[in-house]
């Protein structure tokens, strides 16, 4: 029975991901999923389902801290992406988050 990434893989996207899979020990349905949230906020709003909807992955990963390689999933996701919109991800990408209350923080102070 093929894995649940080999199952959902599909396109240009799904076979960068694959042909990357060996040189990381981040989850395959995570760096996939990753890599399609990613692109998909760069169409901010811009690509429309025939029913009016706007095209968008959310994603969220959830595993252990320090070993669930999430960080490693997103780190490699934004690298694979990077040629095609690593400006536009560099201009909206906020660090130094990494707790909820500095979440909360950030939102806070940077909403004016």
């Known amino acids: 029975m ?3 990434f ?3 893989k599909y396109g240009p996207i799904g076979e960068k991901v694959a042909a ?3 040189q990381t020990e981040a989850y395959p349905v995570a760096l996939y999923a990753v890599v399609l949230a990613l692109y998909s906020s760069a169409f ?3 690509v429309y389902l025939e029913n009016g909807r ?3 992955v ?3 990963l959830v595993g ?3 070993a669930g390689r999430k960080g490693t999933a997103y780190r490699v996701g934004r690298a694979l992406v990077s040629p095609a919109i690593g400006s536009f991800l560099d201009a909206r990408t906020k660090r130094g988050i990494s707790s909820g209350p500095s979440l ?3 939102l806070y102070f940077d909403r004016a």
Do not use: L, R, Y
Request: proline fraction near 12%.
């Open 54 to 56: 706007p095209v968008a």
């Open 2 to 4: 093929p894995s649940a």
């Open 6 to 8: 080999e199952q959902m």
């Open 64 to 66: 252990p801290s320090a």
């Open 44 to 46: 901010g709003g811009k």
């Open 104 to 106: 909360v923080n950030t």
């Open 58 to 60: 959310w994603t969220v």
């Open 20 to 22: 990357n899979i060996d």
